[in-house]
């Protein structure tokens, strides 16, 4: 193996609210909207793999897993297990290294909400251009990122919050250079509980027209008093309005405003994520973090933060 490596930390995105704002160039699609960067996220580990792969190496793996031997292709594991995320293969194929072996570690529930296939191709991003010394900047990779998760239809708009940290507001849809973002100050300590995923592709590629015009609604209220408790009340608007909140998560955010905290839906998925210690107030067994301050970055190997 080369000895070429870069390693890159991607904080998870919870989406509180937001408007689907599609465009033939993923460039300039995207979403407005808001949410929360989480101190658990995703590392991502990437290495300038052998141009000609060993034969024999690929038992057991089906599939897009499955790699053509001898075609300076590499692998990606994802939490040790080979698979496959379309959207960092098209980072790593815009980067022209589609010869990595890139390795990506999450502790978050993939398709729960957390944005862990936008951190993916962000962090390969990151990780790519340093490892291959490709010399682009960060607007340049946070855009291919972005370009690549719009383009596979899994996400609008957790790469560019991501890339920047803390509270994101994405005030216009699109890459760096193309979108605008502003953010609300401050550092919470945040619990979150999931209960299963939401396909991220099903919401985004039916009728979003309803859905969008309660994410304007939620918007305008946040940008009108930029503070964390007005998020979390414009999020559970927007769940209701948009008519995307499901049962047991119905359940959770009525349970955690009883005990006298703030709570709301993360989207895409059946998942709950309330400020401070809300959800253990309610009596529920959550996984806990903080608000990220930093965003995306290269780590030093074995320190993610």
Same mark, same amino acid.
């Given at each position: 193996?080369?000895?070429?490596?870069?390693?890159?930390?991607?904080?998870?995105?919870?989406?509180?609210?937001?408007?689907?704002?599609?465009?033939?160039?993923?460039?300039?699609?995207?979403?407005?909207?808001?949410?929360?960067?989480?101190? #658990?996220?995703?590392?991502?580990?990437?290495?300038?793999?052998?141009?000609?792969?060993?034969?024999?190496?690929?038992?057991? &793996?089906?599939? /897009?897993?499955?790699?053509?031997?001898? /075609?300076?292709?590499? /692998?990606?594991?994802? +939490?040790?297990?080979?698979?496959?995320?379309?959207?960092?293969?098209?980072?790593?194929?815009?980067?022209?290294?589609?010869?990595?072996?890139?390795?990506?570690? *999450? #502790?978050?529930?993939?398709?729960?909400?957390?944005?862990?296939?936008?951190?993916?191709?962000?962090?390969?991003?990151?990780?790519?251009?340093?490892?291959?010394?490709?010399?682009?900047?960060?607007?340049?990779? &946070?855009?291919?990122?972005?370009?690549?998760?719009?383009?596979?239809?899994?996400?609008?708009?957790?790469?560019?919050?991501?890339?920047?940290?803390?509270?994101?507001?994405?005030?216009?849809?699109?890459?760096?250079?193309?979108?605008?973002?502003?953010?609300?100050?401050?550092?919470?300590?945040?619990?979150? &509980?999931?209960?299963?995923?939401?396909? *991220?592709?099903?919401?985004?590629?039916? $009728?979003?027209?309803?859905?969008?015009?309660?994410?304007? $609604?939620?918007?305008?209220?946040?940008?009108?008093?930029?503070?964390?408790?007005?998020?979390?009340?414009?999020?559970?608007?927007?769940?209701?309005?948009? +008519?995307?909140?499901?049962?047991?998560?119905?359940?959770?955010?009525?349970?955690?405003?009883?005990?006298?905290?703030?709570?709301?839906?993360?989207?895409?998925?059946? *998942?709950?994520?309330?400020?401070? *210690?809300?959800?253990? /107030?309610?009596?529920?067994?959550?996984?806990?973090?903080?608000?990220?301050?930093?965003?995306?970055?290269?780590? $030093?190997?074995? #320190?993610?933060?």
């Amino acid at each position: 193996m080369s000895s070429q490596r870069a390693t890159a930390f991607v904080p998870g995105h919870v989406t509180a609210f937001f408007s689907a704002h599609p465009a033939d160039d993923p460039a300039v699609a995207g979403s407005r909207g808001a949410g929360v960067t989480l101190t #658990d996220g995703v590392t991502v580990r990437v290495s300038a793999g052998d141009a000609e792969r060993a034969t024999g190496d690929a038992e057991g &793996v089906t599939g /897009d897993a499955e790699r053509a031997t001898g /075609d300076g292709e590499g /692998d990606t594991t994802i +939490d040790g297990e080979f698979g496959s995320i379309g959207a960092v293969d098209d980072v790593l194929a815009e980067l022209d290294a589609t010869a990595a072996d890139v390795a990506v570690e *999450t #502790d978050l529930p993939i398709g729960a909400g957390f944005g862990v296939s936008g951190a993916a191709a962000l962090g390969t991003a990151l990780a790519a251009n340093d490892a291959f010394d490709r010399g682009r900047s960060e607007n340049d990779l &946070v855009g291919i990122a972005h370009a690549a998760e719009v383009g596979r239809g899994t996400g609008l708009g957790d790469v560019v919050a991501q890339a920047r940290g803390g509270v994101p507001i994405r005030l216009e849809p699109g890459a760096p250079g193309v979108g605008e973002l502003d953010g609300i100050p401050g550092t919470a300590r945040v619990e979150y &509980v999931t209960f299963g995923e939401l396909s *991220t592709e099903t919401v985004l590629g039916g $009728d979003t027209a309803a859905l969008s015009a309660a994410g304007e $609604d939620a918007l305008d209220r946040l940008r009108a008093n930029p503070r964390l408790q007005t998020l979390t009340d414009a999020a559970r608007g927007f769940a209701r309005d948009a +008519d995307l909140l499901v049962p047991e998560v119905a359940e959770a955010i009525a349970a955690v405003e009883s005990a006298g905290g703030e709570a709301a839906m993360a989207m895409l998925g059946r *998942t709950v994520f309330a400020l401070g *210690t809300g959800l253990s /107030d309610a009596g529920y067994d959550p996984e806990g973090c903080r608000i990220d301050a930093a965003g995306a970055r290269l780590v $030093d190997e074995g #320190d993610r933060r």
